[in-house]
């Protein structure tokens, strides 16, 4: 008798606790978003995150007895909410977010989400600089530092930052090139004090947290979008200060996949270029689009014994596929280098003479 009066307090407790959505703590519904979305992604999330914040939610998780399924909706209902607002405020800032949520979900609701946010959302630094016109920016920042500048330029979007970086003095480019590139995480003080001395002409913004910026795919992707001589002149400099680096930043310039931006009379210089067997051992792993690409540019003969090799030549190993395909990708550089083919590059106009 006692047992049962034990069970169903214990039940009665449970039900409560799913009951009274608003009383639950911000680490409660974590652990209810973790345990809705099964063992396997909850393990890749917790790679990513602290140790005590792993010990804290596992300790939440452990709590959880049961949980319905209109609970679990619920958080995840929110947490979508909330990212959804989140990437609103980090494209627009609030007030845009607000009246893109308002136009979706109603006044209040998006005043309620945004509430929610605010409280804890981290803002990327230089918000503020993102809405600047890059002209200005350019003639503000060029008399700063070149670290300064560097720091500026990957907090920026790649095509502003594009801008910027084919602008200022030659002397310098491949200089912050390298410094985006060998950037990783810049501490809170670095952040406040830059912001500090640009505030005298602009709004600032301060993160309260370490924050992850450039990196070598950061000024990959600024690269990928300044005019053909700076990315030359830029490459070349820091082939001669960090031949490593430079070599890293040319194999992810240009991907395999990149290889429909060719146009076809490209396309068949390459071919001539490139081993067969190594051809079909990259084409593997690539959407249809890159196929159909390549056969188009390819006789009807070729592009069947192709296919039909491709086809005996059964499982591939991932790593021996890239292998292939950054192979190809070098032959294209080299061939683009020696102005045999031209890469079309999105945000540049091509000359071709």
Known sequence: MATT???TSKEKSNSKKVKDYKSLTGKQKAAIFLVSLGSEISAEIFKHLREDEIETLTFEIARLESVEADFKDAVLEEFQELMQAQNFITSGGIDYARELLEKSLGSQKAIDIINRLTSSLQVRPFDFIRRTDPAHLLNFIQQEHPQTVALILAYLEPNKASYILQNIPEELQ???ARRIATMDRTSPDVLREVERVLEKKLSSLSSEDYTAAGGVESIVEILNLVDRSSEKTII?????????LAEEIKKRMFVFEDIVMLDDRAIQKVMREVDTQ???KALKAVDTEVQDKIFRNMSKR??????????????VR???VEESQQKIVSTIRRLEDSGEIVIARSGEDELVV
């Open 318 to 320: 991932l790593k021996d």
């Open 5 to 7: 009066t034990t069970t």
């Open 236 to 244: 070349e400099s820091l082939e001669e200060e960090d031949p490593d």
């Open 278 to 280: 190594e051809l079909a």
């Open 174 to 176: 491949s200089d912050v």
């Open 302 to 315: 070729a592009a069947a014994m192709l296919k039909e090799d491709m086809e005996f030549m059964g499982p």
